[in-house]
């Protein structure tokens, strides 16, 4: 992973946690893809796409979080649920953290699939 990555990554982590938000794993791969953090908070688990950019603005989320990659993201995270069964009652939310210069914004809820 590039360390620009890795940092935001580290700054999303530390984020989430100030929040009082579970970090339950980081950096989870299955064959079809990876969830940079897998998270929870109260009854909700939390898969979460990480973005860190140094130069593009939020208004180009829509190309780092593609539909195709929604979709890569959604099927691993059925992986983790089969993989982590004591989760698997719990409500599913696809959250996205985007990382600048200029701070962290938190969208919750980013996208939506049924697990």
């Excluded at 992973?1 to 984020?15: I, S, T």
């Excluded at 140094?54 to 993989?83: C, P, W």
């Excluded at 982590?84 to 939310?93: D, E, G, S």
Aim: net charge positive; charged share 30%.
């Amino acid at each position: 992973m590039p360390e620009n990555g890795r940092k935001g990554e580290d700054l999303a982590v530390k984020y989430l946690e100030e929040k009082g938000i579970k970090i339950i794993c980081r950096n989870y791969r299955y064959r079809s893809g990876e969830i940079d953090i897998v998270a929870h908070e109260n009854e909700t688990l939390i898969f979460i796409e990480v973005k860190t950019w140094s130069k593009l603005g939020i208004e180009a989320l829509e190309y780092g979080i593609n539909s195709k990659k929604q979709q890569r993201i959604i099927k691993t995270a059925k992986y983790f649920l089969l993989d982590n069964r004591k989760y698997r009652y719990m409500a599913v939310r696809f959250d996205v953290i985007f990382v600048t210069p200029q701070g962290i914004t938190h969208l919750a809820s980013a996208f939506t699939e049924r697990v």
